[in-house]
């Protein structure tokens, strides 16, 4: 969708991050928490997503989760446009979901 000349976007983060000590299962449970604060939904256990009204605002959150990063670990950001996101296909058993829909744009009178 184009918005103000502004192509929207979705930011996918993904991530492995370790579990296997107290303090590391306290940065990887913060690290989601932060994504969820700065607006990113959960798709799967260690894969968030967040629209983005332009690349402007996506590079952003990119910035953010920059900062957000744990000491050890991985985690990968991808930007796909609304409609790479729209042909996802989601299946629960044998059950297809629809996916997420963008959210409305505000309009300004």
Known sequence: MTFG???SMWVLVMFDLP???KAAR????DFRESLLKDGFARLQFSIYARHC???????VHEAR???MLPAD????LMKITDKQFERMRV???KIRKPTEKA???ISFF
């Open 73 to 76: 670990g991985e985690v990968r």
């Open 5 to 7: 000349g502004f192509r």
């Open 53 to 59: 009204p332009s690349e402007e605002n996506s590079g």
């Open 26 to 29: 306290k940065a990887a449970h």
């Open 19 to 21: 579990v296997d000590t």
């Open 65 to 67: 989760v920059r900062l």
């Open 91 to 93: 299946f629960c058993g």
């Open 103 to 105: 959210p409305e744009q």
